[in-house]
């Protein structure tokens, strides 16, 4: 029989015969968020990807061109549910510039909390992917977002700016930057509760302001 120790080293799912499934795909991109959040890119082989997922190198190549595209395929799905997590913390505001805000704030406290965006997020998605890769994926995913929420406060009258796009990207990097700060941290939720206050001052510094009275 079994042993509870065997149960917890098997493969996440098995390897079948015939033509890789959708599910091989699955499997390959769960453990490449596993092992990516153990380790740094270059210290996982492709054979421990294998190894984890319980499938063959035939189907981990059937659905990916190489192990950077199944770290990039790995990395947009933990930044989606990032997205996901971030967007539920802004619902809850009834303006533009307040859900901007509790969504920049959320980031913040993920970035204190999730050992998954430290390392794929933060630590290891540009240097792998390079900046234009990252570029390229970010622009659906976190910088998409961060441009949704700047357009929404600027056509709100909320937020001052003169080009939302490239506000949303200097946020972002602002807010990518106190991240790295937080999460390589010793005392990472320390770390927040400093850091978290002086990045939201660069969002607040764009608030637009009553309106001025004629001379």
């Known amino acids: 029989m079994e042993t509870a120790a065997e149960r917890s080293r098997r493969p996440i799912s098995r390897r079948g015969r015939g033509r890789p499934s959708q599910g091989a795909r699955a499997a390959l991109v769960a453990a490449a968020r596993q092992l990516f959040t153990e380790r740094d890119f270059e210290e996982v082989s492709t054979a421990d990807l294998l190894a984890r997922a319980g499938v063959s190198r035939g189907a981990m190549y059937h659905h990916f061109e190489s192990k950077t595209d199944l770290f990039r395929a790995a990395w947009e799905e933990s930044e989606r549910e990032v997205m996901a997590r971030l967007a539920s913390a802004a619902a809850g505001s009834d303006f533009p510039f307040e859900a901007l805000a ?9 970035c204190a909390t999730s050992l998954e965006l430290q390392r794929l997020g933060l630590r290891q998605s540009r240097m792998v992917l390079g900046w234009d890769g990252w570029s390229e994926a970010a622009a659906e995913l976190g910088i998409g977002a961060m441009e949704a929420g700047v357009r929404a406060a600027s056509d709100s009258g ?19 930057e106190a991240g790295l700060l ?17 990045a939201l001052r660069f969002l607040e510094g764009l608030k637009a302001g009553p309106p001025r009275s004629p001379g």
């Open 102 to 110: 509790a969504g920049c704030r959320a980031y913040l406290e993920l």
């Open 158 to 176: 909320e937020l001052e700016t003169g080009d939302p796009s490239t506000t949303a990207r200097l946020l972002l990097a602002t807010l990518v």
């Open 182 to 198: 937080i999460a390589s941290s010793p005392d990472p939720r320390a770390r927040f509760e400093e850091v978290a206050p002086e």
